[in-house]
């Protein structure tokens, strides 16, 4: 029967399936590109002091900065003063660039992906809720896409600046 | 990492939003038994019986006991915001949980401004602004008004 084989299929589906959350990695990968767009904005830095400053494994970093090498977002030179810089201007690098490097497409759910349905399943012409998915998507893409590394360097200077001034006052 | 790490809705979220698409649909003001939103949804009646106890928990539904037993709609559809369901189902909507590991520095404060409270705020503001009635008329709109005809 195709209904029982569907069933398997669902229950795999279920344990794999987990809360709308993003994972360290996209955290950590964010953080770790601010980190270098705001200690080391032109010179190469070597992921363990980057790791250090975040308190992440160099083993996790060093993945997290390979993922996002190979996404065009960091540059890497190997040696004794090797390390990773950002491969453009932190104006031309957007948040949401970042987290999907390293998170994958921002779906809330399996189904919906790149604003639209990725297949058509047999429910699809009954499907209701896959409109609210894709708004859901998009809403997330546009929110992380209209920041800008560059955005998030100038708040963290501001907060700097206004730190330095209690410190006085 | 593997699948387990990505952002995704639980299926309780996926599966209870349907499930209580379906029940508004057929319910005509009285209560519809689990097992015909189980068979017509094809979700197991057991999972729906986890959902469907929160929604009860969260004031959403009630349930009628007995032969024809079931459940109901507390309020119209109309009040209900598809946010409320979502959130009694999930729990929270926050794409970040923000009280596990974030450290207090100027780097994950901008972060967490810029980046994970708009997102937050542009989730639970799209899904508060849905009700359980919009959901019905875009079920009708696909399915055209003589469906339910159909499924019943």
């Known amino acids: 029967m195709i209904f029982s084989l569907n069933k398997i299929k669902y229950l795999k589906i279920v ?12 955290r950590y990968a964010l953080e770790a590109i601010l980190d270098l767009a705001v200690n080391s904005p032109n010179e190469y830095e070597s992921v363990r002091n980057v ?17 996002l090498r190979k996404k065009g977002i960091v540059e890497s030179i190997r040696g004794k003063q090797g390390g990773y810089r950002l491969a453009r201007h932190a104006e031309d690098i957007t948040a949401g660039e970042v987290i999907r490097a390293l998170e ?13 349905c990725k297949q058509k399943c047999d ?28 955005d998030l360097v100038e708040y963290c200077t501001k907060l700097e600046t206004q730190n330095d001034i209690e410190y006085y006052i | 990492m593997g699948d387990v790490d ?35 949804q094809e ?13 009860k928990k969260a004031g959403l539904v009630t349930s009628v006991k007995g032969a024809r037993g079931g459940y109901i709609l507390v309020n119209r559809p109309a009040e209900i915001k598809i946010g409320t369901v979502l959130r009694a189902l999930e729990g929270d909507l926050n794409i970040v949980d ?31 602004a849905v009700t359980l009635e919009d959901m019905i008329n875009e079920y009708y709109k696909i399915n055209g008004s003589d469906a339910i005809m159909y499924y019943i």
């Open chain 2, 6 to 40: 990505k952002m995704k809705l639980s299926t309780k979220g996926r599966y209870g939003l349907r499930a209580l698409i379906d029940l508004a649909v057929h319910s005509k003001g009285e209560q519809v038994s689990l097992i015909s939103i189980a068979q017509r």
């Open chain 1, 51 to 67: 790791a250090e400053r975040r308190n992440i494994s160099e083993n996790y970093l060093e993945q997290i900065f390979s993922g």
């Open chain 1, 104 to 116: 994958g497409s921002l779906a809330p759910v399996a189904c919906v992906s790149g604003g639209e």
């Open chain 2, 43 to 55: 979700i197991s009646e057991s999972y729906l019986e986890s959902v469907f106890s929160l929604l």
């Open chain 2, 98 to 128: 923000m009280d596990s590991g974030v450290k207090e520095d100027a780097i994950c404060h901008s972060i967490k401004h810029n980046v994970w409270d708009k997102v937050n705020k542009k989730i639970n503001d799209l899904v508060d």
């Open chain 1, 15 to 26: 344990k794999w399936v987990v809360k709308m959350k993003i994972s360290t990695k996209g």
């Open chain 1, 123 to 150: 429910r699809y012409d009954l499907c209701v809720t896959n409109i609210l998915w894709q708004k859901m998507m998009n809403e997330i893409n546009t929110a992380v896409d209209s920041v800008t590394i560059k």
